[in-house]
């Protein structure tokens, strides 16, 4: 078994192939602004073989979990924060990256999840207002033609983390990007990546210094955490997991 499974698709051309990683979607806590990037954190933890509270990431990002810092004082730290739940990342230089930075972006992504590691990336939505970005979600997968150059025929496939399934877009300005006046596309469409300036992380593993550990993956039995919020009141829930562990050899 390798790191990465490769799906053929009914939707795949001949000459197509998808790289779709093995990461099921999962339900976002709603409140306190939303917990999107703590839950595709939560996600990609799964894939590398543990389970990760939605809460434990913002207590150890010092609030809600979003892709840079807002000011020099802010607290809140996502490299730092994946480095203390032991992950190894590779993060998006949008700050030297020339603009726009779209088709640069989604080349950077197609890489990086050919390679086998998912990509924690933003969008703005329909109806929202925020100056960056509105929503974080995870990219698990790509359809293509060619794995080495960018094509804006290419389709990322990702998931919202409110519908339990996966969405589909071209990699194209056409489709997939646009500024934050000109996006018309809402969360159940998989919103619209910014035009001009991106921002991403890649989860690449986690930390073996010593090269030993092998890939590891968890699945649960249930797609959402219970919210132990006030306003939720849920009940913890028992979750039945699965454990597979990758490249053994017998």
Request: with cysteine; proline share 6%.
């Amino acid at each position: 078994m390798t790191d990465t499974s490769e799906q053929e698709k009914d939707t795949e051309s001949p000459s197509q192939r998808t790289v779709l990683l093995d990461i099921p979607p999962r339900l976002q806590w709603e409140n306190n602004d939303g917990f999107c990037g703590e839950t595709t954190i939560q996600s990609f933890g799964l894939y590398y073989g543990a389970w990760i509270s939605q809460k434990l990431v913002r207590d150890i990002n010092h609030g809600e979990y979003i892709l840079h810092k807002l000011s020099p004082d802010d607290r809140r730290d996502p490299t730092h924060t994946l480095s203390v739940l032991h992950f190894t990342y590779e993060e998006w230089d949008w700050k030297n990256s020339p603009q726009p930075q779209f088709d640069d972006y989604c080349s950077w992504m197609k890489r990086c999840i050919i390679q086998g590691h998912p990509v924690i990336f933003v969008v703005y939505l329909l109806y929202s207002h925020f100056e960056y970005y509105d929503h974080i979600m995870p990219a698990i997968g790509v359809r293509f033609r060619d794995e080495n150059e960018y094509d804006s025929n290419d389709i990322l496939i990702y998931q919202n983390l409110f519908h339990d399934k996966q969405i589909e877009r071209k990699m194209n300005d056409k489709d997939l990007a646009a500024t934050r006046k000109t996006c018309r596309k809402h969360c159940g469409q998989g919103g619209c990546i910014p035009l001009n300036i991106d921002y991403g992380i890649a989860v690449t593993g986690i930390v073996d210094e010593d090269r030993v550990t092998l890939p590891v993956r968890l699945s649960v039995s249930a797609w959402n955490e219970p919210n132990l919020h006030p306003a939720y009141n849920e009940v913890p829930i028992e979750m039945d997991g699965n454990v597979t562990v990758c490249d053994l050899v017998v």
